[in-house]
């Protein structure tokens, strides 16, 4: 997600930290700053909205910043729009009127990942007189720390002690203190931070590539470690205060490599971010056990006065919405009418006042999916916009908003963020049930106990992916292929197909398993690959009897299940199973070996899995 350089030593810190920002500009983000401090004198922020190139501008390439400690951050929008505001570092003290430079604080940070007990620690800290110029979760951070520094006293590896302790959800943090000249204190959960050292220098970052340039030999920070960074070294500690031993790592990859996080593509880097997305994004939605989505002004009376849902979508987005209609009228018994955004916006649209427009989107920008909610809110529909790129057009226009927490996908075929636009799907599924009557209690404990458990399953499934490379090089010269699956299992290979058609090239076509045999089922070859997607119990023997329609015509059959719901070993020339989670949710774990096909297929055939032919990320164009 967002970057986070830091530099402690001899030489200016401006340039080095925007050095080390430019190579960490691959991951995507939407504003920047820096803070630099000069011996002892106060540190002096200066953050943008935008690209780097405007905070190298207004810094005259970092000059006019001057001091040999600081540190920087590229920030990708999660709580708070992209402003110059909510960009980091943020201060403990108050913003001055001059842009964001400040004299009288005592800690200055920033951070990566998410607080997700924010709230409760600002109304703790406003109680106790802290001002607030953000909206943001890290300002809550740094003021936390600034709070326990001063009221125990205690030294800056305490306070930052005191706040993880206090602390919900993932982070790192870079902090400097106004005490401390010259130092650098780090601490970690759940999002990646990495120390360097050389002669005279100490050198922090979130991601490989900002510290190549400086050295090879890399400390990466575990778990619930903190550590103090001074120029020539660095010292571990754990949330005791004690020290750690630590030994460095030599990084290998070139830069290239080191981008990917040592992966070949981002494509395969971002299906195995999916298990930390899904959980941050189940994480920003659910709070003590309860599903909240007030933060989305979805409340009660609202969600009770739906009589029918419309969600509008393109491509992948519009997959999540076809697997999403069958869980949300199944859970939450409520008509679900999905459709292509390019459809939605010219035919006769009969929608009613009472009707939701869910639009589904990663980047917030398909021209497509923008007319069409545009279409709906002049109508004076309501429409509820679900996107992962804060502050984009459609987030912006959309009359409520609720946030993916996927990070930049930076390949062009999604794979994490279709994954947590499914798992918000059911938790809206889930309230809407519950609020409107239609579960109890104890059945949205379940629900939402079985949502949670997807990320550590998503884990598992990543672990077995040698079979399906295997498969996917026994099949990489493949014509066509066919997936079939019947209800949610079709929504899914829809998604499935698409994967593996955009980036290996292979020909590739979804179908509702029964309508085989109207039509298609005369393509069948001998040797033509079909996939089965097999979840749902109730429709699985009539799934598996269409496969064995395709065998009898000499098809090389793929059965995709869950363990130890059935067994399709008699019938299927190959099986991979996923874990098994309640039925509804099946999609989310089926996917991923289906994204994994398609990539391993793309490489088999020496394509570039990231950048397939003919398409953009983002289509701002009808
Ligand atoms: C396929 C893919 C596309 C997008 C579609 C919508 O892998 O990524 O089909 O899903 O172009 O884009 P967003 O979600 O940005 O509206």
């Known amino acids: ?35 630099v401090r000069d011996g002892d004198a106060s540190v002096r922020v200066v953050k943008t909205k935008g690209r780097l190139r405007l905070l190298a501008e207004k810094t005259d390439d970092g ?46 940070g920033v951070h990566n990942g998410i607080i997700e007990n924010f709230a409760e620690l600002k109304t703790k800290l406003i109680s106790n007189k802290y001002t607030f110029y953000s909206e943001t979760d890290t300002e809550v951070a740094i003021k936390m720390v600034d709070y326990y520094y001063k009221k125990y006293k205690v030294g800056p590896i305490d306070a930052l002690s005191k706040t993880m302790v206090r602390m919900r959800g993932s982070y790192a943090l870079a902090v400097m203190f106004k005490d401390y000249p010259g130092e650098i204190y780090v601490a970690r959960k759940d999002a990646p931070l990495i120390v360097g050292v050389t ?11 900002a510290l190549l340039k400086y050295t090879r030999q890399v400390y990466y920070i575990d778990n619930l470690e903190m550590a103090r960074i001074v120029p020539g070294e660095v010292t571990f500690y754990d949330l005791n205060g004690d020290t750690v031993k630590k030994e460095s790592t030599t990084i290998t990859w070139d830069v290239e490599a080191a981008e990917k996080g040592g992966y070949e593509h981002f494509m395969i880097k971002e299906i195995h971010e999916q298990p930390r997305a899904l959980m941050d994004t189940f994480n920003s939605l659910v709070k003590e056990q309860k599903i909240d989505l007030t933060g989305a002004g979805l409340d009660d009376e609202t969600i009770r006065g739906i009589e029918r849902i419309h969600i509008v979508a393109c491509g992948s987005a519009w997959h999540v919405g076809m697997a999403s209609q069958y869980v949300i009228e199944d859970i939450a018994n409520i008509p679900v009418r999905t459709e292509l955004a390019s459809e939605f916006r010219y035919r006769k649209l009969l929608l009613k006042p009472s009707d939701l427009v869910i639009i589904i989107s990663q980047s917030g920008e398909t021209a497509d999916s923008l007319e069409a909610l545009r279409e709906a809110k002049a109508m004076g529909i309501r429409t509820l916009a679900i996107v992962n790129v804060v502050g984009s057009s459609i987030a912006r226009e959309a009359d409520n908003v609720i ?32 609020v409107r009557g239609v579960i109890d209690e104890e059945q949205y404990q379940y629900y939402l106990s079985e949502i949670k458990t997807i990320p550590s399953k998503v884990e598992r499934i990543l672990e077995n992916k040698e079979r399906l490379q295997w498969f996917a090089a026994k099949f990489s010269a493949e014509k066509d292929a066919f997936f079939i699956g019947r209800g949610l299992d079709y929504a899914i290979c829809l998604e499935g197909s698409l994967k593996m058609k955009e980036i290996s090239y292979i020909h590739s076509e979804a179908y509702a398993a029964g309508e085989l045999k109207h039509g298609t089922i005369s393509l069948i070859e001998p040797g033509t690959l079909v996939i089965g997607v097999l979840t749902q119990k109730h429709l699985m023997e009539k799934t598996v009897s269409n496969l064995a329609e395709c065998k009898s015509r000499g098809a090389y059959l793929m059965g995709l299940t869950s363990n130890g719901n059935y067994s399709l070993e008699d019938t299927a020339d190959f099986t991979f199973y996923v874990p098994r989670v309640d039925e509804h949710f099946m999609g989310s774990l089926t996917v991923i070996p289906l994204q994994l096909m398609g990539y391993y297929l793309s490489i088999s055939r020496g394509l570039d899995a990231d950048k397939p032919r003919n398409l953009a990320k983002s289509v701002t164009v009808e």
């Open 63 to 108: 000059r006019t910043l001057v001091g040999t400690v600081g540190i920087g951050h590229t920030r990708w929008a999660t709580h708070g729009e992209p402003s110059e505001l909510n960009a980091h570092p943020h201060v403990s003290g108050n913003i001055m009127d001059n842009g964001v430079t400040t004299d009288d604080s005592e800690v200055v």
């Open 199 to 209: 002669e005279g220098e100490g050198f922090v970052a979130s991601d490989v590539p």
């Open 1 to 35: 997600m967002c970057g986070i350089v830091g530099y402690t030593g001899n030489r200016q810190a401006a340039p080095i930290l925007l050095d080390g920002l430019a190579r960490l500009e691959y991951r995507g983000y939407d504003s920047a700053g820096l803070a």
């Open 403 to 434: 946030y993916t927490i996927a990070g930049p996908e930076i390949a062009v075929a999604t794979t994490k963020a279709y994954s947590t636009q499914l798992l918000t799907m059911y938790l809206l599924t889930v309230q809407f049930a519950f």
